[in-house]
């Protein structure tokens, strides 16, 4: 019964770096979500994947951002050309999808911190 | 769209005392709504989550909380504080209507419990 897991625990990067945060969801979670939480704010949405697909990415702060999630399991979130301000705490959650389309309850992995210098 | 209020970004209590974390939302349609706690370095822990049914919910540690639509309030509750109590409290909301399902949060409460 593992939880959700996020890899790496810390990154540091230097400014105009790419950079990949993974995420392995709990197993069978269909739906995996991506949030930024930076430093005495709350986690804020990136983007929502039911499956494969994007469902929402209406978080996406600009197109430097994007992520992916092949195999409906481990979801891998890209930020290309880093700057300074993408400094935060990457949290990734996972959930059932229950009948009619609702959301069951997020389980929220460890974050990976990220460090643009 | 939703947002949610965290009255008082800071709150100090001494231990055995009443914990109160304020949560205020505002939604067009009916809410799931949630307290989450973060220890440092860690994750986000789900407290308890309301749906449907009983407005008044338990969850782990002794919290409890209360939703209150006319006031559109969730505001968190611990009779009596312990040190371990201690940390980070989040309030978040889901529109019950969506697919995505996308929390959005409040900027936080710190919890700090004097001996």
């Known amino acids: 019964g593992a939880g959700v897991s996020q890899t790496p625990s810390n990154k540091v990067t230097e400014k105009g770096k790419y950079v990949e945060l993974r995420c392995d969801p709990i197993?069978?979670?269909?739906?995996l979500y991506w949030y930024r939480q930076s430093l005495g704010q709350g986690p804020e949405f990136l983007i929502y994947f039911q499956g494969t697909g994007a469902a929402d990415d209406s978080g996406l702060p600009n197109d430097r951002f994007f992520a992916v999630r092949p195999e409906g399991s481990v979801s891998t979130l890209k930020i290309q050309r880093t700057e300074r301000g993408d400094s935060a705490v990457y949290l990734c959650?996972?959930?059932?999808?229950?009948?009619?389309?609702?959301?069951?309850?997020?389980?929220f992995g460890p974050g990976t911190r990220l460090t643009v210098l | 769209a939703q947002s949610v209020t965290q009255l008082g970004s800071h709150v100090s209590v001494s231990e055995g005392a009443l914990v109160l974390l304020r949560c205020n939302y505002s939604s067009s349609v009916p809410p799931y709504l949630f307290w989450y706690v973060q220890y440092p370095n860690q994750g986000l822990q789900l407290l308890l989550k309301y749906t449907t049914g009983a407005t008044l919910v338990k969850g782990i540690n002794g919290f409890e909380a209360e939703f209150k639509k006319s006031e559109t309030s969730f505001h968190l509750t611990k009779p009596s504080a312990h040190m371990s109590d201690a940390a980070e409290y989040f309030c978040a909301v889901i529109l019950l209507n969506t697919n995505a399902g996308k929390s959005t949060f409040g900027d936080g409460t710190t919890l700090t419990v004097k001996p």
């Open positions: 197993s069978g979670h269909t739906a």
């Open positions: 959650a996972s959930s059932l999808k229950l009948a009619g389309g609702l959301t069951d309850t997020q389980y």
